[in-house]
Antibody
Framework: QIQLVQSGPELKKPGESVKISCKASGYTFTDYAMHWVKQAPGKGLKWMGWINTYTGKPTYADDFKGRFVFSLEASASTANLQISNLKNEDTATYFC??????????WGQGVMVTVSS | DIQMTQSPSLLSASVGDRVTLSCKASQNIYKYLNWYQQKLGEAPKLLIYYTNSLQTGIPSRFSGSGSGTDYTLTISSLQPEDVATYFCQQYNSWYTFGAGTKLELK
């Protein structure tokens, strides 16, 4: 069965960096794009961008250019999200989601990142 | 950027009710619209894609309709397990989610 399994919760201080992983199984990883979605506590969903899992090319939404990096470990069927110079407003749950025909048909369970001094 | 406005933000309904959730785009999105259900503490789940296509495994009481800028998700007979927040998502120009409609039991 298709699964996206994300890494565990993170507690970081402002200015630090964090790297979140999303391991896919049950399908051919490079056949489907991977997207990242942010959900601040009690808030809605915000699309962060996507990565072409075949070429490795990332595309970032405007609000996520600069401190955010999408990467792959294709041999391990894993997509990663790294956030540098963390700010309080980065406190959120981050989801990876597989794209199928422009919809997000499978989602990871989410990773809660807390930024606090 | 395309903005998505969902209404109402909170909806209370009884088991068995027919429930209608609305989503309005700031410009024509040519039916490029998906709906997701998110239960508390869980990841979102795809319900409807391309306005009115039911995702595999989703109960037939869920349906979608709309065109242009106005779209609707309908639950024909509300069940207790449908308590959740529902998000619409446009993909005519990148991706944008609505702010969500929280559905609760009356």
């Amino acid at each position: 069965q298709i699964q996206l399994v994300q890494s565990g919760p993170e507690l970081k201080k402002p200015g630090e960096s964090v790297k979140i992983s999303c391991k896919a199984s049950g399908y051919t990883f490079t056949d489907y794009a991977m997207h990242w979605v942010k959900q601040a506590p009690g808030k809605g969903l915000k699309w962060m961008g996507w990565i072409n899992t075949y070429t490795g090319k990332p595309t970032y939404a405007d609000d996520f250019k600069g401190r955010f990096v999408f990467s792959l470990e294709a041999s391990a069927s894993t997509a990663n999200l790294q956030i540098s110079n963390l700010k309080n407003e980065d406190t959120a749950t981050y989801f990876c989601a597989r794209e199928y025909n422009s919809s997000f048909d499978y989602w990871g369970q989410g990773v809660m990142v807390t930024v606090s001094s | 950027d395309i903005q998505m406005t969902q209404s109402p933000s909170l909806l209370s309904a009884s088991v068995g009710d027919r429930v209608t959730l609305s989503c309005k785009a700031s410009q024509n999105i040519y039916k490029y619209l998906n709906w997701y259900q998110q239960k508390l503490g869980e990841a979102p789940k795809l319900l409807i894609y391309y306005t009115n296509s039911l995702q595999t495994g989703i109960p037939s009481r869920f349906s979608g309709s709309g065109s242009g800028t106005d779209y609707t998700l309908t639950i024909s007979s509300l069940q207790p397990e449908d308590v959740a927040t529902y998000f619409c998502q446009q993909y005519n120009s990148w991706y944008t989610f609505g702010a969500g409609t929280k559905l609760e039991l009356k």
